[in-house]
């Protein structure tokens, strides 16, 4: 059986951690977990440390100094999962807003043969629960704009929600990657695709987060924006 690793970038999400590790280890197929902490003022890492007493080698932390952005932290936890020798690497948020239960799902995909599987909010409609209006009209139609400007069929080209294979992130060079905020999920993705990788989506119902606070900001929408266009003309 392949082995499975989750990353979770946190940033103050002391109200949010404790429950969604426990959550994950509760599930009937084995993941562990990695967690990227970008030096949490509220404590989220010491959290993290007190439970690593209780789960041993099935947690593990990296602490960072500061926020340095969604993108390098994943990169940090993909360089970490691969030297560990996993076989599949989940993205994951913190607070709820994928239900852990969907990542069987996801690594059943990629057992059957994908190389990405997609938790898409867009696949079948849209599925996204306690998002304002605006916020669900940005989202989706800006994944519209993605899929136009870089002639793809992948619904949910923001997706956070994601099971890479290995052998994708072994053929990626990180150090070409640049969008930091969430526009690297749309470089990943786009880049797995030009390399050649199959990307399947599969139908989740994403839930906005009850504790805590987002962390989308109007820099972070701009770098995708104009992010995109630049990828458009990127050589692979």
């Not at 940033?11 to 951690?17: G, H, R, V």
């Not at 509760?26 to 404590?43: E, H, Q, W």
């Not at 704009?145 to 060079?173: H, N, S």
Request: aromatic share 12%; hydrophobic share 40%; net charge positive.
């Amino acid at each position: 059986m392949p082995t499975r690793l989750v990353i979770i970038p946190t940033y103050n999400e002391k109200e949010n951690i404790e429950a969604i590790t426990r959550k994950v280890f509760s599930l009937g197929v084995r993941f562990d977990m990695l967690i990227i902490d970008d030096g949490s003022p509220d404590g989220t890492a010491q959290i993290v440390k007190r439970l690593q007493g209780e789960f041993g080698d099935r947690l593990h932390l990296v602490e960072r100094a500061g926020k340095q952005g969604l993108g390098t932290a994943y990169i940090a936890g993909f360089r970490w999962g691969l030297s560990h020798g996993y076989e599949q690497i989940c993205e994951m948020d913190a607070d709820f807003s994928h239900n852990p239960d969907d990542l069987i799902r996801l690594a059943e995909v990629c057992d059957k043969g994908a190389d990405i599987a997609v938790g898409s909010r867009y696949i079948t409609g849209v599925n996204v629960v306690n998002w304002p209006m605006k916020r669900v009209m940005t989202s989706y139609y800006g994944s519209a704009y993605v899929r136009k400007v870089l002639r793809l069929k992948v619904r949910d080209m923001t997706a956070g929600f994601k099971c890479y294979t290995r052998r994708v992130l072994e053929a990626i060079d990180f150090d070409r990657i640049s969008m930091k905020g969430y526009g690297f999920q749309i470089e990943m993705k786009y880049t797995a695709i030009k390399l050649g990788f199959k990307l399947v989506e599969i139908p989740i119902i994403f839930v906005d987060r009850k504790l805590g606070s987002t962390k989308m900001s109007g820099g972070i929408f701009r770098e995708a924006l104009w992010g995109v266009i630049k990828l458009r003309f990127k050589r692979f």
